[in-house]
């Protein structure tokens, strides 16, 4: 069942980015604070947007704070901005929009070479701490892929996640997803990690069209729906459509809706939250929505939410019993 549709990032309808970065030979402390003081004014305004729309699932831009995990950037951002984390978090908190982050592809941590490790455990830390300052809790989530093979086998380059992951400082673990990816390790084998570092998983519908796993998908889902506990929250799945032309795993603007109807029929009859990576971001999702609509389909959150509304007193009159 459908809980909750979610986009990535930056609103093209209303020409928002909350992630504004600049030059590393340009980011001295002042630049980086007036990168840091835009972006959150715009995730503020994002928030709004998110509010107006009814959208409860939203993922931030790893670019939030430029540099967060560089030596170059030493401002103690979760501290100076304190007031502005807290604000906006307890705006997504009132309306339950659930927020995740996902750092690129060079965050690694199932590299040989120690430095990379070292740059992608510092990127995971910033993640984490940049949830924490907004007060969100373990249902809002970090994903990451497995990772490169580097020459060695693929059981070794998944031994090598697990012993890294499950030594991560548990600010990080508490929030830590692993993803099947489009190359090199399938559901089943993220499944597998997943189980062995503790982690829950999330299903990537376009990764599994471009890199299949040997198991039936049906039979694979389930288990990976069942590797989120309760301080976790809902399962959560990645859905894209494939880009016309370009190679396998590519984005699409907008979700096919044959993809959407593709998830639905295979995932569990349980609530879960699907995140759209789409290049048009809040126009995908809005189609799409309108779309589930015409077949009956609406997020279970959305029509719970409404229903609250409707059953909710009119504003004037929450106000005059305030008043007496």
């Keep these: 069942m459908l809980a909750r549709l979610g986009f990535v990032a930056s ?4 020409d928002l980015s ?29 928030t709004a947007f998110l509010e107006e729309h009814r959208i409860l699932l939203y993922r931030i831009s790893s670019h939030l704070i430029p540099f967060a995990s560089h030596p170059v950037n030493t401002i103690r951002w979760w501290d100076d901005y304190a007031d502005r984390f807290a ?3 307890a705006r997504l908190r009132a309306r339950r929009i659930r927020v995740s982050t996902h750092p690129g592809q060079y965050t690694v941590l199932n590299s040989p070479h120690a430095s990379i490790v070292s740059a992608a455990v510092c990127e995971l830390v910033y993640h984490a701490r940049l949830l924490d ?4 809790d373990t249902t809002c989530k970090i994903i990451v892929h497995i990772g490169g093979l580097y020459g060695a086998s693929e059981r070794l380059a998944m031994d090598r996640f697990v012993a890294t992951a499950t ?20 559901a089943d084998e993220a499944l ?18 471009a890199n299949p796993c040997r198991r039936e998908i049906r039979d694979v889902l389930p288990e990976i729906f069942q590797t989120w506990t309760s301080t976790d929250g809902r399962p959560k799945v990645h859905l894209s459509s494939q880009a016309d032309g370009a190679p396998a795993g590519a984005h699409a603007p907008f979700i096919d809706t044959r993809d959407a109807a593709g998830l639905l029929e295979i995932a569990p009859a349980v609530p879960f939250d699907c995140m759209l990576e789409a290049k048009e971001k809040d126009r995908a999702l809005l189609r799409l929505r309108d779309e589930l609509r015409v077949h009956g389909i609406v997020e279970t959150d959305l029509a719970n939410r409404r229903a609250d509304d409707r059953r909710a007193p009119p504003l004037h009159r929450r106000r005059r019993r305030v008043c007496e």
């Design 11 to 14: 609103v093209l309808s209303r």
């Design 133 to 136: 300052a907004l007060g969100a």
């Design 192 to 209: 597998e990690v997943g189980r062995a570092a503790g982690l829950p998983v999330v299903f990537d519908w376009l990764h599994h069209q």
């Design 87 to 89: 604000r906006v978090g």
């Design 18 to 46: 909350a992630s504004r970065t600049c030059r590393l030979r340009n980011a001295t402390e002042g630049r980086l604070r007036e990168l840091i003081a835009e972006n959150l004014a715009a995730l503020e305004q994002v």
């Design 167 to 186: 030594a991560l400082p548990d600010a990080v673990r508490r929030r830590l997803v692993v993803e099947n990816d489009d190359r090199l390790f399938d």
